[in-house]
């Protein structure tokens, strides 16, 4: 049954509206509203894909273009996206497929450049695409680009050389010969193929490894997933780890396409170590490919050395940490496998693997007690993964006793049977499920209590300290809060060390009124998670610090830097605004900016949400306006201005500012940049409202011209005239005549009443 065109209508606006703003989860939702209504519309469909491809929801994207070309079949937009998508999924049959069929389709609707753009993609991902070469040197011919074609040409003869159709070759040679007659390319050509000799095959141009490095990462996994469906822990982060490196030459080449704004940028961050150089960038994406390369010819050594040097030139993401510790590990390298791999202990996709990986390094170095501790380690993230997420801080907790008790354990036999056990337990194809299988089989308890799984494999000497906790909920619940605390410190005694114990403590604290001391007791606890590599629970401790002291900085910057090390992006800008405010509201204006400046590096980040950089900026430049740093202020603006062209604020600011600092030119060109782009997007009528303003704020001759020719336009002469008619009487006074004349010229292009007045006042001055 169609849906209501009102609504389908309504959610599209809503969908380009929230688009327009970069809102692009907004605008998916807005989409999928209109889809709603009337399924498969071509432009909702596209519409939608934008927004997840916006939002790297590359997969979901993917299936909706692939809908979008099955209903529209003659429009080239939607293959051209999948051919992009599957390019980043390393589908390299599918990619040159799809932009081949882009191709052809833009050359049927005469988009002569955009159909060489995807003819050219074709033969960068399969240089021996002699359909896609023969396009290209046909429309090379054909637009008068003849070295071009001629070059075409040449790997066109050699690709037919090579399929053994001689002739063929010969008279394409001749042709090009014709084409461009002292290529001196093209005359060796013709002499080797007429000599029998064979021409060199049609090489990959330079660059652009990014979807071919991905090709061979999901190569080098292929046997594995086709045997299972979840690998064990090391080959599922190994599996991450190649796929965000391949993701980063795409990453790095969408950067080089952004080089403008990205040197605006840092111009505003000045000093924020933010990788830059063209140099630098370009090393990181050769040691990158190479790395890559030599993984798929299970040159581990080779490889290991290639992400050494991209580390050196700059590229410090958790992903080359741990794929360089794994190689090291496979290399027998154990020491820098374990420095590399507690660089990336903390992140959320790779702790598990690293602590495990450590776990089976240090059990082969003899230092059992440490190999013990990074086994257990590993069942605690292992374990709380599969739990119930209200369950997981639990399950945590109650390892700490258990790892506290190893550690004080010498008992060799029994830590070698311990690493082996977790070992066993862990590495495994589908562990997920095989550890959901033991927690089923294990002893029933009550409904309040979990047990974690390491109870299968030791007998927790701290369980007194468990019983404990539970007795001191107990207490606590009943209101009891002394009897509890007396509990909490005969507790200690057996687990001083036993943190949940003291975060309890620090809780109870709090419900006698002594904040500071629960304070104290929880930044303590927070360093010694920082310390052992907790980054999720301290995470969770520093936040208590700062709901009970919103002011303590020092709690907030170890909190963005716990999310950080977690790879939680907008979270940790979330917190550096929250920083900010603080220091602005402090009127410490100078701490306030550095800390914008700190939180745009990171906004800047792929993983980021790109509507952070807006917000940012925005702030930045109200500070800078505060502090009368105009010059700092405008450059922000310009770069809200490319971020957000349709900001009407931005744009009032721009003008006003390049006012401010005499530079009329520049205001006047920055007046007619946003009259144009108002007039592109058909929102011509907030041009007058939006003058009316600026006049009103800024009484300058050049605006209010701007403005009558505004009121000409649309149709309101006689004001247009009127107010130029003022300017004239204003200029004449100051002894304008140049000024006064080119404002009679302006009155009399509108053809006013008294026109020949007009004329009599222009041939007097």
């Known amino acids: 049954m169609a849906g209501r065109d009102d609504i389908f209508q309504r959610a599209m606006n809503e969908g380009h509206s929230a688009a327009w703003d970069q809102a692009w989860e907004q605008a998916a939702n807005a989409y999928r509203k209109a889809l709603a209504e009337i399924p498969d519309h071509p432009k909702a469909l596209s519409s939608l894909g934008l927004a997840l491809f916006q939002r790297q929801k590359f997969d979901d994207a993917l299936k909706v273009y692939i809908r979008a070309a099955q209903i529209s079949p003659e429009d080239p937009a939607p293959f051209e996206k999948i051919a992009f998508i599957e390019e980043r999924h390393g589908n390299l049959k599918e990619a040159i497929q799809a932009s081949y069929q882009a191709a052809e389709l833009f050359l049927k609707t005469r988009e002569v450049e955009k159909a060489i753009e995807n003819w050219l993609r074709v033969v960068q991902l399969n240089p021996e695409h002699i359909q896609a070469r023969s396009r290209l040197a046909f429309v090379h011919e054909k637009t008068g680009q003849i070295h071009q074609a001629a070059t075409e040409y040449i790997a066109v003869a050699s690709l037919l050389q090579n399929m053994g159709n001689i002739e063929k070759a010969v008279e394409i040679l001749k042709h090009a010969q014709q084409l461009e007659s002292g290529n001196s390319e093209i005359a060796q050509a013709l002499a080797m193929v007429m000599a029998g000799k064979l021409l060199p095959k049609p090489t990959r141009p330079k660059g652009g490894t990014g979807p071919l490095r991905m090709a061979q990462v999901k190569q080098l996994d292929a046997p594995r997933e086709q045997i299972q469906d979840s690998p064990d822990p090391l080959n599922e982060a190994r599996k991450k780890a190649l796929n965000v490196l391949a993701d980063a030459l795409f990453q790095f080449t969408d950067e080089s396409n952004e080089a403008q704004t990205r040197r605006g940028l840092q111009s505003i961050m000045k000093g924020t170590g933010q990788l830059s150089a063209q140099a630098e960038q370009t090393r990181i994406l050769l040691h990158l490919s190479q790395a890559i390369d030599a993984q798929t010819k299970n040159q581990d050594a080779m490889a290991a050395d290639e992400l050494e040097k991209a580390i050196e030139s700059g590229f410090t993401h958790p992903a080359i940490y741990f794929d360089l510790g794994f190689l090291r590990a496979a290399t027998g390298r154990s020491e820098s496998a374990l420095r590399n791999l507690q660089q990336c202990n903390k992140h959320a996709d790779y702790e598990l693997a690293a602590r495990l990986l450590s776990g089976q390094i240090l059990a082969g170095l003899s230092r059992l007690k440490e190999a013990a501790i990074e086994s257990l380690e590993a069942l605690k993230i292992a374990d709380a993964a599969v739990v119930k ?34 070992q066993e337990m862990l590495m495994r194809l589908n562990w997920r499920a095989h ?72 809780d109870l604290l709090i419900r006698e009124g002594q904040t500071q001391d629960a304070i104290n007791k929880f930044t303590v606890v927070a360093n010694a998670y920082g310390v052992r590599g907790e980054a999720s629970q301290a995470t969770k401790v520093l936040r208590k610090i700062i709901q009970l002291a919103p002011m303590d900085m020092s709690a907030r910057t170890r909190l963005i830097d716990q999310l950080i090390a977690r790879g939680q992006q907008d979270e940790a800008i979330s917190e550096y605004l929250d920083l900010a405010d603080i220091y602005y509201r402090l009127a410490e204006l100078e701490m306030a900016r550095k800390t914008y400046t700190t939180a745009l590096r990171l906004a800047q980040q792929p993983n980021a949400n790109r509507q952070w950089s807006v917000q940012i900026l925005r702030r930045m430049a109200d500070i800078d306006m505060q502090r009368l740093e105009w010059k700092q202020a405008l450059r922000v603006y310009e770069q809200l201005r490319t971020l957000r062209p349709d900001d009407v604020s931005t744009r009032s600011n721009l003008i006003e500012l390049n006012l401010r600092l005499g530079q009329p030119a520049q205001a006047h060109s920055e007046l007619q940049a946003y009259l144009e782009y108002l007039e592109s997007t058909k929102t011509s009528d907030q041009a007058i409202p939006f003058l009316e303003k600026l006049v009103e704020e800024n009484d300058q001759f050049m605006l209010r011209r701007e403005l009558a020719a505004q009121y000409h336009l649309a149709g309101r002469t006689t004001e247009a005239v009127t107010m130029l008619d003022a300017i004239g009487d204003q200029l004449m006074e100051k002894g304008d005549k140049d000024g006064v004349r080119e404002v009679v010229t302006q009155i009399m292009a509108m053809n006013p009443p008294n026109l020949e007045d007009y004329r009599t006042l222009l041939a007097q001055l």
């Not at 801080?393 to 006793?401: A, C, S, T, V």
């Not at 539970?470 to 001083?496: C, G, H, T, V, W």
């Open 435 to 506: 550890l959901l299988k033991l927690r089923s089989e294990m002893p029933s308890t009550d409904a309040e209590s979990i047990l974690p799984l390491a109870e299968i494999l030791i007998q927790a000497q701290s369980s007194h300290v468990i019983e404990s906790i539970n007795y001191i909920n107990q207490l606590a619940r009943s209101n009891r809060l002394r009897s509890a605390m007396d509990e909490a410190f005969q507790a200690l005694k057996y687990a001083p060390t036993y943190l949940p114990l003291h975060i309890l403590i620090g």
């Open 389 to 422: 997420p209200e369950e997981s801080d639990m399950i945590r907790q109650l390892y700490e006793p258990l790892i506290e008790a190893v550690g004080k354990d010498s008992d060799e036999k029994a830590l070698t049977k311990l690493c082996e056990n977790v």
